[in-house]
């Protein structure tokens, strides 16, 4: 038996997350701690989440579009400034988010545990390339 190549990929990946929703965040939480990645945050303001996107250490990030009535776009653009892999969490799916980000992965709530480690996994692998 061969083991799955991305098996291991997450494991001690540091992934940022932005979610306004309480059990949409502690969901996610324990995907990520499940897959062996470490949580930074979460964040479930704008503010916060502009703040950690700037300081803070990780690899990738999670972002909700729409936190708290607010558009997450500065966010991204922070993180694209750092040149970070991020994937957009959305119930409207990817024809909803704007340009110039229409390019990045998106997972459409719900997702399964499976999509998220998936679209992850490409995010990060996108970069490494």
């Not at 932005?18 to 996610?28: N, R």
């Not at 930074?40 to 503010?47: C, D, E, F, Q, T």
């Not at 957009?88 to 998106?106: H, K, L, M, N, Q």
């Amino acid at each position: 038996m061969t083991a799955d190549p991305n098996d291991d990929v997450l494991n001690g990946i540091r992934v940022l997350v932005v979610e306004d929703e309480a059990a949409i965040s502690m969901l996610l939480e324990d995907m990520l701690l499940d897959f062996g990645c470490a949580v930074v945050g979460p964040a479930a303001r704008l503010s916060s989440a502009l703040e950690m996107a700037s300081q803070e250490a990780f690899e990738v990030a999670i972002l909700d579009v729409n936190v708290a009535g607010e558009p997450i776009y500065p966010v991204a653009e922070a993180i694209a400034k750092r040149d970070l892999p991020l994937v957009f969490s959305t119930g409207y799916g990817g024809a909803g988010i704007r340009e110039p980000f229409r390019d990045r992965p998106v997972v459409q709530k719900p997702f399964s545990q499976a999509d998220l480690k998936r679209t992850l996994i490409g995010a990060i692998r996108a970069v490494r390339t």
